[in-house]
């Protein structure tokens, strides 16, 4: 357990407490001591994601521009450039873009439910709750670097999968509307991070487990994509990539926000 | 915390007593309640999604099937029927049959990793492991009563799935073999799922920890996964044939699906093998059109009557490996622990 000991003799002072500034450095540390397993996990696997993708990219973009500058085009040489462009990269391709679409749920996954549900468990709560700083803020500071954490990095493979998949766009006949690329791309695919992670955190504070909150974040949030995929994006308002972007991230930001209000709003209210 | 309190007898254990197995079985429960009824309940509820969708579905399909449309005449009513079935229906069918997939997983790592960690972790261990039984047959008990448990649900809704899937394999042209749905139904599924669950026990045993037992056990499946794929198609059932015919044979509507071609290629006069610009030029023929004189097309395929030895091969070895798993989990019960 790890604790952060500013004025730890006074009782935990939500309500009065709340015009003190939040010592970031120290809750910088906290969070970086209570989940150091999850941080170190996350920046290792993404290091290797990040590393995969630029060695595959580059083969796949040098494939395809192989592939675009034959001559003549009709030639069994050309054919066959074309042919493993379409059944060997795409493979890959398609095996890589699947697991990045389940690479937000699963991380969130691990991340969220803990944050809160931990503490319960291992009863830190009643040392970690009773620190100056207060349960409320302590809890909100926390999720807030956690989240942010998460979403850069996921804007970032975001980004990097966007280019990574240019390619395959062409041959396979692909838009940027086809669901599997819409999620993938621009401001959807981190602001699905960031809901993953306020649902972990919400149900495993609901829950008061972190397996439970972990089992259940999986469910709700494949219910959510599913309900997204299939019936809720075909009712935006908007019907072209960027404002059905700005829409999407805008709602799941809102529900985001309103997970973590719940969070804090339990966490507030939690008593034996 | 339950324990199971048999009475101890000193000087009398030199011969193992036999296991308490409704004893055990009362322990199991009482451990692993939660779990015992959100597996079920979860299964029941995507067996409930799966007979609404799956009975729409077959529904559909029959419709399609009376439709006249590989005669040539292909009327707008059968046309719109079609599009509308690969275009509405097939996507949620899709959606739905890559969550199947991933059930053994998840069923394996939720219930396998805090089967025995969570008694580390907790410290419970001291007090149910000293019990009457000793900690290893406490464990094979578990092992084996949960796995059981487990195997016969996904048995269950594994043949669920494949009634569901079924009209889907002529529209899509998959068969029973190819992987989505050789792995899903039959005796592959609930063996999928016992070789998850004892990777779970084992790794949580090993690392003493839940979180970290369950994320490995996500990536160990996924392992286990990509190399049963690998071996998929190197099954000792593969036929080669010349006669097209037979592989020509499925393709009218109704049909069970398309045999599994694994590779084809052509041979010249006396079976002498063609250069690469001429294979390239006669794979741009239609599947079973008039070839040049004495060129002959090769088929190794699997056909689909042999969906049932390769399921007992798969299952067959997943078994062992979930026995050796189980096996290596009582032995780091037995020698790690405490």
């Not at chain 1, 796949?60 to 074309?82: E, F, K, M, N, T």
Request: proline share 6%; glycine share 8%.
């Amino acid at each position: 357990m790890t604790v952060l000991t500013t004025r730890a003799s006074r009782l935990d002072r939500d309500a009065r407490g709340e015009s003190r500034p939040v010592p970031w450095p120290g809750m910088l540390w906290v969070t970086w001591r209570q989940h150091r397993a999850l941080l170190i996990t996350v920046a290792v696997v993404c290091c290797a994601a990040v590393a995969g993708l630029l060695a595959a990219g580059l083969r796949i973009h040098h494939d395809y521009a192989l592939v675009r500058a034959c001559r003549p085009a009709g030639s069994p040489a050309c054919q066959g450039l074309s042919n493993f462009f379409n059944t060997t990269d795409w493979h890959q391709g398609a095996i890589v873009h699947i697991a990045v679409q389940a690479a937000p749920v699963l991380v969130a996954m691990f991340a969220g439910p803990p944050v809160v549900a931990r503490e319960l468990e291992t009863r830190t709560y009643r040392y970690a709750w009773t620190q100056g700083i207060g349960r409320v803020r302590w809890t909100a500071v926390k999720l807030a670097l956690l989240g942010s954490l998460l979403t850069i990095l996921a804007f970032a493979v975001s980004q990097l999968l966007t280019w990574f998949f240019a390619p395959f766009m062409t041959t396979q006949q692909l838009t940027d509307l086809t669901p599997t690329v819409f999620d993938t791309s621009g401001l959807s695919y981190p602001a699905w991070t960031l809901v993953a992670f306020c649902l972990g955190a919400f149900l495993g504070t609901l829950l008061r487990g972190t397996l439970a909150g972990m089992a259940a974040t999986l469910g709700v949030y494949v219910g959510l994509a599913a309900a997204t995929w299939f019936y809720l994006r075909d009712h935006y308002p908007a019907k072209t990539f960027w404002p059905m972007q700005l829409f999407e991230a805008g709602w799941l930001l809102a529900l985001s926000a309103a997970l973590i209000a719940g969070t804090l709003w339990l966490v507030r209210r939690y008593a034996d | 915390m339950s324990v199971l309190t048999l009475p101890a007898q000193p000087g009398q254990d030199t011969a193992p007593r036999p296991l308490p197995w409704r004893r055990m079985t009362w322990v199991t429960w009482r451990q692993h309640r939660a779990l015992l009824i959100s597996i079920p309940a979860v299964l029941a509820a995507a067996a409930v999604v799966l007979v609404i969708f799956g009975l729409k579905a077959h529904h559909d399909y029959a419709a399609l099937v009376n439709c006249p449309l590989n005669q040539g005449q292909q009327s707008s009513a059968c046309g719109k029927m079609f599009s509308n079935f690969n275009s509405n229906v097939w996507p949620l069918a899709n959606a739905l049959s890559i969550l199947v997939q991933l059930a053994p997983v998840l069923i394996g790592a939720f219930a396998g990793a805090p089967l025995l960690a969570r008694e580390l972790e907790n410290g419970t261990y001291r007090f149910a492991w000293t019990q009457g039984l000793v900690r290893e047959r406490q464990a094979i008990a578990k092992l084996a009563l949960l796995g059981v448990t487990l195997a016969v649900l996904a048995g269950a809704f594994g043949w669920l799935f494949s009634w569901f899937f079924q009209p889907f394999l002529w529209t899509e042209q998959i068969n029973q073999l190819s992987e989505g749905m050789f792995d899903a139904s039959g005796l592959v599924f609930p063996a999928f799922t016992l070789v998850a669950f004892m990777i779970g026990a084992f790794l949580g045993m090993l690392f003493r920890r839940v979180i970290p037992a369950l994320a490995a056990t996500l990536g160990a499946y996924l392992a286990l996964r990509l190399g049963a794929w690998a071996l998929h198609g190197q099954y000792p059932v593969t036929v080669v044939t010349s006669n097209a015919k037979l592989i020509n044979a499925y393709e009218t509507p109704g049909t069970p699906g398309f045999p599994w071609i694994l590779n084809s290629w052509f041979t010249g006069p006396g079976g002498k093998p063609l250069s690469s610009a001429v294979t390239s030029r006669l794979q741009d023929l239609p599947l079973g059109g008039s070839l040049p004189p004495g060129v002959t097309e090769w088929f190794k395929y699997i056909p689909l009557s042999r969906y049932w030895p390769m399921q007992f091969m798969e299952a067959g070895w997943l078994l062992v490996l979930a026995v050796g798993i189980g096996a290596g989990t009582v032995w780091l019960v037995r020698h790690r622990a405490a």
